[in-house]
T-cell receptor, first 114, second 115 residues
Framework: KNQVEQSPQSLIILEGKNCTLQ??????????LRWYKQDTGRGPVSLTI?????NTKSNGRYTATLDADTKQSSLHITASQLSDSASYIC?????????????FGSGTRLLVRP | DTGVSQNPRHKITKRGQNVTFRCDPI?????LYWYRQTLGQGPEFLTY????????KSRLLSDRFSAERPKGSFSTLEIQRTEQGDSAMYLC?????????????FGPGTRLTVL
């Protein structure tokens, strides 16, 4: 069964600190992995997209890593800001016939405190 | 604003009533998706369209749910005889439908509360 699991479920950090969110997946056939940021009451917004041949990708203070062998990914946030408070969702794309199906994790809820 | 838009943003209804949501995708996007998201969970796929054709429906989409995209542009999602379990955020997304990097852009969602 295709699954995406994220940890921790929630995290509280102080402004300016770094943090790392984890994602493990069992999805086949794997196409790519994405991290989305979802603010409360809003739709998800894409942060990074990586295929199996890419093991790291950055977007400003966000750096995602991918280990296709162990089927793990992480999202590292550097020098956190209050605006980073949101849910971060790991999404894995699986090839399905002629299209691609997205499998979503449950997300990690991050709260950045001043 | 050229992003995905959804209306209404919030809907409160009584159990048993019908509701309809609208999604306007990014204009040049061929694919349109509907998802449902409950509190603390990631979005769950409901259905998607390639232009006006509905190509896939999830088992989550019971007979009370129907989606249309009559002219391949905007889409509507109707829920008949709503139940309290239908309370959720309904998200719409659109994409160009090209290649493995086919990025889906999400709308702000419609939050449904069934009393």
């Amino acid at each position: 069964k295709n699954q995406v699991e994220q940890s921790p479920q929630s995290l509280i950090i102080l402004e300016g600190k770094n943090c790392t969110l984890q994602c493990n997946y069992t999805v086949s056939p794997f196409s790519n992995l994405r991290w989305y940021k979802q603010d409360t009451g809003r739709g998800p917004v894409s942060l990074t997209i990586m295929t199996f041949s890419e093991n790291t990708k950055s977007n400003g203070r966000y750096t995602a890593t991918l280990d296709a062998d162990t089927k793990q990914s992480s999202l590292h946030i550097t020098a956190s800001q209050l605006s980073d408070s949101a849910s971060y969702i790991c999404v894995v794309s699986a090839r399905q016939d002629s299209s691609y199906k997205l499998i979503f994790g449950s997300g990690t809820r991050l709260l950045v405190r001043p | 604003d050229t992003g995905v838009s959804q209306n209404p943003r919030h809907k409160i209804t009584k159990r048993g009533q019908n509701v309809t949501f609208r999604c306007d995708p990014i204009s040049e996007h061929n694919r349109l998706y509907w998802y449902r998201q409950t509190l603390g969970q990631g979005p769950e796929f409901l259905t998607y369209f390639q232009n006006e054709a509905q190509l896939e429906k999830s088992r989550l989409l019971s007979d009370r749910f129907s989606a249309e995209r009559p002219k391949g542009s905007f889409s509507t999602l109707e829920i008949q005889r709503t139940e309290q379990g239908d309370s959720a955020m309904y998200l719409c997304a659109s994409s160009l439908g090209q290649g493995i990097y086919d990025e889906q852009f999400f709308g702000p969602g419609t939050r449904l509360t069934v009393l």
